[in-house]
């Protein structure tokens, strides 16, 4: 499966971005996804993951209550609403498949196989 990531860019703190990210080669139903984020000089850490049909969710401490994952399978799509951004939060993101029996999600990175190119958030006034 091939990932593809938009929907970066600068936006203010205390702003909203939503990131996109659409799954081709195979019907994203079929994977668990997930999205990562890597600031400079730091190692990729995890933001939040779903289910291949979205029954079960789950996020990072540092943005659960603000990020918003989900996923539109009939447009093999999944996003990211980020709200109340903070400067922290500005990384590249990537979007992550693995293909997964039903309603099981992942949170590290070796457990996915299949990675998108990122997108770049900043976060800055």
């Known amino acids: 499966v091939q990932l593809q990531a938009s929907g970066g860019g600068l936006v203010q703190p205390g702003g909203s971005l939503r990131l996109a990210c659409v799954a081709s080669g195979r019907p994203g139903s079929d994977y668990a996804m997930g999205w990562f984020r890597q600031a400079p000089e730091k190692e990729r850490e995890f933001v939040a993951a779903i289910s291949r049909v979205g029954t079960k969710t789950y996020y990072s401490d540092s943005v659960k209550g603000r990020f918003t994952i989900s996923r539109d399978n009939a447009k093999n799509s999944v996003y990211l609403l980020m709200n109340s951004l903070k400067p922290e939060d500005t990384a590249v993101y990537y979007c992550?498949?693995?293909?997964?029996?039903?309603?099981?999600?992942?949170?590290?990175?070796?457990?996915?196989?299949?990675w998108g190119q990122g997108t770049q958030v900043t976060v800055s006034s």
């Open positions: 992550a498949a693995r293909l997964a029996v039903t309603g099981s999600y992942y949170y590290t990175a070796l457990q996915y196989s299949y």
